[in-house]
């Protein structure tokens, strides 16, 4: 009895220790009807055509309906002025967060985009949704923002999506422009998207 009371705390820890624990995400009893996929031009899907951006192919993996609630061009800033209108009001399970990359290019600071983003999360999870934080950064693109975006993925208890633009920013069969996807990177995005959700949503 002893030997498997150890075991079974044994297990537990190492599984600590490595980090595989899964970490618990707030409202993961989410009764809402909808994926909000909130963001700037990478969600909104530019450089890709109609129906092939990144919200319209993770429509066709899961089974709840997706909304693409991207607007090219938006800020952290611009992002909370709609945040009631395209995310609030259309009964959310799930919101999938996507915004500093035309901070960065606006030269807002990135502590204002953190604390943007983690009013955006407040809000969304007061709504009693769930929210996935995306993060944009590959290789030396956006990287000073990776570790603030997980740290605060971690601590607002949100699933935390990294790197989706990983192989996709070097490849240019993958690339409408020097930082957007096309439709088959957009495509790419979707499936890590899916593998980030999947767990949440079922």
């Not at 498997?4 to 995400?25: D, M, P, R, T």
């Not at 009693?128 to 208890?157: N, P, T």
Request: hydrophobic share 45%; aromatic share 10%; proline share 3%.
């Amino acid at each position: 009895m002893k030997r498997i009371s150890f075991s079974v705390f044994f297990v537990v820890l190492v599984a600590a220790l490595c980090g595989c624990a899964q970490q618990e995400i707030k409202n993961a009893g989410s009764k809402g009807s909808n994926i909000i996929c909130f963001g700037d031009s990478i969600t909104f899907g530019y450089g890709a055509s109609a129906g092939e951006d990144y919200p319209s192919a993770l429509s066709k993996m899961v089974k709840l309906p997706v909304i693409n609630a991207g607007v090219d061009g938006d800020t952290s800033f611009a992002a909370l002025e709609r945040l009631e209108r395209d995310v609030l009001s259309r009964d959310p399970r799930l919101v999938i967060v996507e915004f500093c990359g035309n901070d960065f290019l606006k030269k807002i600071p990135r502590e204002t985009t953190v604390n943007n983003l983690s009013e955006i999360i407040d809000r969304i999870q007061a709504q009693g949704a769930m929210v996935a934080l995306m993060d944009i950064s590959a290789g030396m693109f956006f990287r000073e923002y990776r570790a603030a975006l997980k740290k605060l993925a971690r601590r607002k208890q949100a699933i935390f999506i990294p790197v989706v633009l990983y192989k996709i920013i070097t490849n240019p069969a993958m690339k409408s422009d020097f930082f957007h996807p096309n439709a088959r990177g957009y495509k790419i995005i979707a499936g890590r998207v899916y593998k980030a959700i999947e767990k949440y949503i079922k």
